[in-house]
């Protein structure tokens, strides 16, 4: 019966959820010199497809603009299924929030920089996220404003 017992923490699957490109001002905006600003915004979720199976999702969305004109618009949902069982309630938060979205990173970081060259950029390389820094931000928003996380 030990074997029941016994953590388990797999990954089952990890694939690329939703993909989107825009490139408005195309192809004018190939005949630009200027180096594009770049603004990235990002978040992961965390949901239950059944009992001890999780879908984590991390979603990088990147814009990239010369003034007001937008050069490309990129959109990676990077998704994982991992199988977490006989866990302590009270790790099941932070490994869905750190731990997972730490192994998909890698993934759509990959996926970002091979779209944008595909669109014929230069590659836009990721920094490295700290996904715990994030969660531990999260964690004090919500206990500030009243909220309990769902474990």
């Known amino acids: ?18 993909i989107s490109l825009e490139i408005p001002n195309a192809p004018q905006v190939f005949l630009e ?6 603004e990235l915004q ?8 059944e009992d001890g ?7 990088a969305t990147i814009t990239a603009k010369n003034g007001e ?22 790790n099941l938060d932070p490994i869905l929030g750190v731990a997972c979205p730490n192994i998909i990173f890698p993934y759509l970081r990959e996926t970002v920089s091979d ?9 836009v390389l990721l920094a490295p996220i700290n996904f ?4 531990q931000q999260r964690m004090q928003q919500a206990q500030a404003s009243g909220e309990v996380p769902v474990q």
């Open 42 to 49: 990002l978040h992961d979720s965390a949901s239950t497809i």
């Open 69 to 90: 004109n937008t050069v490309f618009l990129v959109e990676v949902a990077q998704a994982g299924v991992f199988q977490l069982r006989n866990l302590p309630v009270d």
């Open 33 to 38: 010199r200027e180096n594009p600003s770049i």
């Open 132 to 135: 715990e820094a994030l969660y």
């Open 53 to 59: 199976l999780y879908e984590v999702v991390v979603t």
């Open 1 to 18: 019966m030990t074997e029941q017992q016994a953590p388990v923490f797999s990954i089952e699957k990890v694939y690329a959820k939703d």
């Open 115 to 123: 779209l944008v060259t595909r669109a014929g950029f230069p590659p």
